[in-house]
């Protein structure tokens, strides 16, 4: 079993920046990548990044260039460095990670204002 937790949602100005981070707890042994999703109000949950264990990313197109996720495997935490924040971009964002099975957070507010 893993727990994640989310801190770091807000709000924020268009083209602002927030930083979340997100502290795994439980089988940490386990995780073999970490990351984040969104789901914005009437759309499906969609991904945003994910790092595996070796430091390996990968980013959703829509957010090319002005995230950043980083990891921390010492401290069992990942983090999502966002820049040039959109309107767009105003979603719950949930921090996921994949050992055996999928975990979730409970997801943290992300709002951009116009």
């Known amino acids: 079993q893993v727990h994640l937790v989310e801190s770091g949602g807000g709000l924020v100005q268009a083209g602002g920046s927030l930083r979340l981070s997100c502290a795994a707890s439980g089988s940490i042994f386990s995780i073999k990548a970490m990351g984040w999703y969104r789901q914005a109000p009437g759309k499906q949950r969609e991904f945003v990044a994910t790092v595996t264990k070796d430091g390996s990313t990968s980013y959703a197109d829509s957010v090319k260039g002005r995230f950043t996720i980083s990891r921390d495997n010492a401290k069992n935490t990942v983090s999502l460095q966002m820049n040039s924040l959109k309107p767009e971009d105003t979603a719950v964002y949930y921090c996921?990670?994949?050992?055996?099975?999928?975990?979730w957070g409970q997801g943290t507010q992300v709002t951009v204002s116009s």
């Open positions: 996921w990670s994949r050992s055996w099975l999928d975990y």
